[in-house]
């Protein structure tokens, strides 16, 4: 059957119910089932309203209380006559009519027969319901029937004739993920949902007349992976039309349900995978149960800047932004005179303070704790959003609250012994040599995500924009470069202090002040 599904309103532990329609997808099967015979009984599927006959619904419509399912040309019967079990000779279903008769073969006098149907693989005595699932485009369920749909009923005659009224027995979801935040680029897309729970959720059960038999279940699976094949955008609210993805599961009460969203930016070439848990969930049978998330991905400003400068590099410009490492995206406007070029604040001697966009950036002393003193963590499978694109990779930093040398709560005015190098008598001399990195790099770097990250903050590795306005996200040891507020002034060259890092260093450079970089708070608790 095709499964155009309509929403059931229904409720579970931190589940949230959609609303809306469907769309119709069905199409004609290509003639090649028997002809009809003589001395045939046809059973006829009928609406809830006994006196319409045969008008199974072609169309998925929300009803705002019930779930209505179109059949497919060529799903099949099976009848208990008297405790044989017989498959139907031959289907009729016309799409264009909405009409479906299954005839089989003889005559049938009994006042009434079970009826059951047990999914397109149609065997009499059971159902799969599938633990590998996939759909090919978003809102449209014409998998159900192969994944584990089923049904029983009760056909009474109607002179020559049996009609019926299925009642599924499998349960249903309908996934409708969405990214508030931020609307993604249209190359995001939502590849595979897995569901997982304590207890078995599929696998081969035996059918009878009453459903499904969970009980006695065979090969079971305690979770299902739905393959989404077609493109599934993520849009900024919840809207099933867009990327309604849909799922059968085994009915039951289920405990700590976890849905797993896998994400691809076919950009970026990022992937991410989100996910949410809920500590109980019953799913009853016949019913389908929409699930809504907002995915949990942080989401990061395009926040580059010259140094010190009253506006971003980007604030006004109307052109691309750069996406990917190498991208050009240079900014007419950023030249002098105007607020996106950067603070040329500048004394031979003594502190050089920003004002401005980087007035809030740590300090040359703070940094200096982030890089020696704060237990720097590689994370590269952490992912962010940025621009509308994903993004993975960054830097956890201990709070200067738990510093290895803190606890610092405000301001630092000076490092260990050493004096205030926010003085620029430290960096006027300042080589951009090997050397001279040596000093002021950590090159051992620990790797994954910190076990108490509470106590952390995260920098993502958004890279830099360079002096011609190319993104550059891979430079060793620049996969991540933010301002410090510490301006530097070597000879006649306007520079300020930058925290740079990647997988394997981190440390503290002198780099001229046109460069686009961006900036982030200082984290003291």
């Known amino acids: 059957m095709t499964r155009q599904l309509l929403f059931i309103a229904g409720t579970a532990v931190a589940v949230t119910l959609l609303a809306g329609c469907s769309q119709d997808n069905t199409t004609e099967a290509p003639d090649t089932q028997p002809k009809k015979k003589e001395n045939m009984t046809a059973f006829v599927n009928i609406n809830s309203t006994p006196t319409t006959k045969a008008p199974t619904r072609m169309t998925g419509k929300y009803t705002g209380s019930k779930i209505e399912f179109s059949w497919t040309p060529g799903d099949h019967l099976w009848i208990d006559a008297n405790g044989t079990l017989k498959k139907d000779y031959m289907s009729d279903i016309d799409a264009t009519k909405r009409n479906a008769w299954f005839y089989f073969d003889g005559s049938y006098t009994a006042p009434s027969y079970p009826v059951r149907f047990t999914g397109s693989d149609s065997k009499s005595d059971e159902v799969t319901i599938k633990a590998s699932q996939a759909q090919a485009a978003p809102n449209e369920a014409s ?10 009923a009760i056909a009474t005659r109607d002179g020559n004739e049996y009609n019926f009224i299925l009642d599924h027995k499998a349960s249903y979801i309908t996934f409708a993920p969405f990214y508030s935040k931020e609307q993604l680029a249209s190359n995001v897309t939502v590849t595979s949902i897995t569901v997982s729970a304590d207890e078995d959720i599929a696998g081969t059960y035996s059918f009878g007349n009453n459903g499904l038999q969970t009980a006695s279940v065979t090969n079971p699976s305690k979770s299902i992976t739905l393959t989404l094949t ?4 993520v849009p900024t609210a919840s809207d099933y039309t867009k990327n ?3 799922m059968v599961i085994q009915p039951g009460t289920f405990h700590n349900l976890k849905v797993e969203y ?6 970026t070439g990022n992937d991410a995978t989100l996910s949410k848990t809920y500590a109980e969930v019953t799913f009853s049978p016949g019913k389908n149960k929409p699930i ?24 006004g410009y109307t052109g691309t932004l750069p996406v990917n490492d190498g991208d050009v995206a240079k900014n007419p406007n950023a030249v002098p005179g105007n607020e996106r070029y950067y603070n040329t604040i500048g004394k031979a001697n003594g502190s050089m303070d920003a004002t401005n966009l980087c007035a809030h950036s740590p300090n040359a002393n703070e940094a200096a704790y982030y890089v020696w003193a704060c237990d720097p963590h590689w994370d590269g499978e952490r992912a962010w959003v940025m621009n509308g694109h994903i993004y993975k990779g960054g830097m956890w930093f201990k709070k200067l609250k738990y510093s290895n040398a803190g606890p610092f709560t405000s301001t630092i005015t000076a490092y260990k012994h050493y004096g205030d190098y926010r003085l620029n008598t430290f960096w006027d001399h300042w080589m951009d040599t090997e050397a001279e990195k040596n000093v002021w790099t950590v090159r051992t770097v ?3 995500n910190p076990n108490d990250t509470e106590k952390y903050f995260f920098l993502p590795a958004k890279g830099y924009i360079t002096d011609q306005g190319k993104l550059d996200m891979h430079y060793p040891g620049y996969a ?5 507020s510490t301006g530097t002034l070597i ?11 990647s997988k394997d260093e981190v440390g503290i450079d002198s780099d001229r002040r046109d460069w686009g970089y961006p900036t982030f708070k200082v984290v003291y608790e």
């Open 143 to 152: 998998h159900l029937g192969t994944d584990g749909d089923c049904g029983t």
């Open 230 to 233: 077609g493109s599934f955008p």
């Open 244 to 246: 309604g993805a849909y």
């Open 262 to 267: 896998k994400l691809k930016d076919n950009k």
């Open 292 to 315: 809504r998330f907002d995915l949990d991905i942080e989401r990061y400003e395009m926040d580059y800047a010259m140094w010190d400068a009253k506006k971003t590099y980007y604030d």
């Open 446 to 448: 620990s790797q994954g």
């Open 480 to 484: 991540g470069a933010y301002w410090t």
């Open 491 to 501: 000879g006649s060259s306007y520079q300020a202090l930058s925290l740079h890092f």
